[in-house]
């Protein structure tokens, strides 16, 4: 599920008693009831640690990924601001990323912004090459939020390795969907979402590697909690929500994976089974299954997203759904514009039913046909006319 994930009931059961008799501050140091939520805190730690094989003193709780993002983009490089002036990323990153970047750029910082190629993954030769003396950051996400292709990411922390330069990583779509373990990536950073794992809103956890020490200015500034990184008041019902979420991944994660893998190979067969010109977007081979996005020739996206309210898909991603631009992520991979503005995001998740992946078949196919239907290029394309070739006249 890319957009978000319901919760576990597990999870909510886990959460509970810190909205109803455990409440209190976490960072209160002279009861009973801070002891307790003190405890609480410190346990949902070591459990989001455990998923990525790091340690509970190197996680530090946020809101969510778009924070951990900003701390980590912008914080790093204010910290380092004297020595180092340049950031490397790719033109793929979800909007927090893309704008902590453009933030810097502002600033009088220089950053590259590395093309992908056509399956979305980038060049590791490319980003060899783009680092220089002053680089202080590379950032490239695990999962793509809306193609769901896996990077490299192991392979990018060790050319980091080799230059001395810190690598961050946002890991909202990889988190408990594929195995992670920072030691073998050698990230620095990385950027964690309660949401994504069927956890509650609201929460997120960034990773700080401690050896060697990696060092961010904070963003937000206060009481000084999260050693010093994020000021306020850690909310114990959050916390031990993402941290019962992530003990489940861990338990469930190949179950879910085996799953997932199914419907998706259910999905996109039912559709290809019943209608032509469908296209995968993305590396078919690196990507998590449960991010299904698919190009239908000759259809409106938004037209079809109009006939499909039964279904929750989208185009582009929940951040940026709001501009009617293709999305600047097909793009990138150099997706034709018209083909762009055909796409839609499936999502698949631990709670999707065999049932509703053939509802969403059935009506997928039936809102293409019909727009297929009305539209005349396609009538063009089943008499055999190139509609590449045809010179369009300008009125």
Not at 185 to 189: E, I
């Given at each position: 599920m890319q957009a978000t994930s319901p919760v576990d009931p597990r999870v909510l059961d886990a959460m509970l008693p810190y909205y109803l008799s455990r409440f209190g501050n976490p960072h209160s140091r002279?009861?009973?009831?801070?002891?307790?939520?003190?405890?609480?805190?410190?346990?949902?730690?070591?459990?989001?640690?455990?998923?990525?094989?790091?340690?509970?003193?190197?996680?530090?709780?946020?809101?969510?990924?778009?924070?951990?993002?900003?701390?980590s983009v912008k914080g790093l490089m204010h910290f380092y601001k004297d020595k180092k002036r340049h950031v490397i990323t790719t033109q793929t990153e979800h909007k927090c990323v893309l704008d902590s970047c453009r933030h810097l750029q502002q600033e009088g910082f220089e950053v590259t912004y590395l093309p992908v190629d056509s399956d979305g993954i980038i060049d590791l030769e490319k980003l060899r090459s783009a680092i220089?003396?002053?680089?202080?950051?590379?950032?490239?996400?695990?999962?793509?939020?809306?193609?769901?292709?896996?990077?490299?990411?192991?392979?990018?922390?060790?050319?980091?390795?080799?230059?001395?330069?810190?690598?961050?990583t946002d890991a909202a779509q990889a988190l408990g969907k594929v195995p992670i373990d920072v030691e073998k990536?050698?990230?620095?950073?990385m950027s964690l979402s309660g949401h994504k794992i069927y956890g509650p809103k609201g929460v997120g956890a960034l990773y700080m590697r401690r050896r060697p020490r990696i060092r961010v200015e904070p963003q937000m500034n206060g009481g000084g909690q999260e050693r010093g990184i994020r000021s306020g008041t850690v909310p114990?019902?959050?916390?031990?929500?993402?941290?019962?979420a992530c003990e489940l991944a861990a338990k469930e994660m190949e179950y879910d994976g085996m799953r997932i893998s199914a419907l998706q190979e259910r999905l996109l067969q039912g559709i290809r089974e019943k209608i032509d010109g469908v296209v995968v977007n993305g590396s078919t081979e690196r990507r998590y299954a449960g991010n299904l996005n698919l190009s239908f020739a000759y259809v409106e996206g938004?037209?079809?997203?109009?006939?499909?309210?039964?279904?929750?898909?989208?185009?582009?991603?929940?951040?940026?759904?709001?501009?009617?631009?293709?999305?600047?992520?097909?793009?990138?991979?150099?997706?034709?514009?018209?083909?762009?503005?055909?796409?839609i995001r499936f999502g698949i998740g631990r709670f999707t039913t065999e049932g509703e992946i053939d509802r969403a078949v059935e009506?997928?196919?039936?809102?293409?046909?019909?727009?297929?239907?009305?539209?005349?290029?396609?009538?063009?394309?089943?008499?055999?006319?190139?509609?590449?070739?045809?010179?369009?006249?300008q009125h």
């Open positions: 002279t009861h009973l009831y801070g002891w307790e939520s003190d405890n609480a805190v410190e346990a949902a730690r070591a459990q989001v640690a455990s998923l990525i094989n790091a340690s509970p003193k190197e996680i530090i709780f946020t809101s969510g990924a778009t924070e951990s993002n900003n701390i220089r003396s002053d680089t202080g950051l590379v950032s490239v996400m695990a999962v793509n939020n809306e193609i769901g292709v896996i990077q490299p990411v192991e392979e990018i922390g060790w050319i980091c390795k080799e230059f001395g330069v810190p690598f961050h990536m050698n990230v620095s950073l114990t019902p959050l916390v031990v929500g993402m941290g019962a938004e037209s079809l997203l109009m006939g499909l309210k039964e279904v929750a898909v989208s185009s582009g991603s929940a951040c940026t759904s709001a501009s009617l631009e293709p999305s600047y992520v097909l793009r990138a991979l150099g997706v034709d514009e018209d083909m762009a503005h055909t796409s009506l997928t196919v039936k809102q293409v046909e019909k727009l297929r239907e009305m539209s005349p290029l396609y009538e063009m394309v089943k008499e055999g006319i190139d509609i590449k070739s045809i010179q369009w006249a």
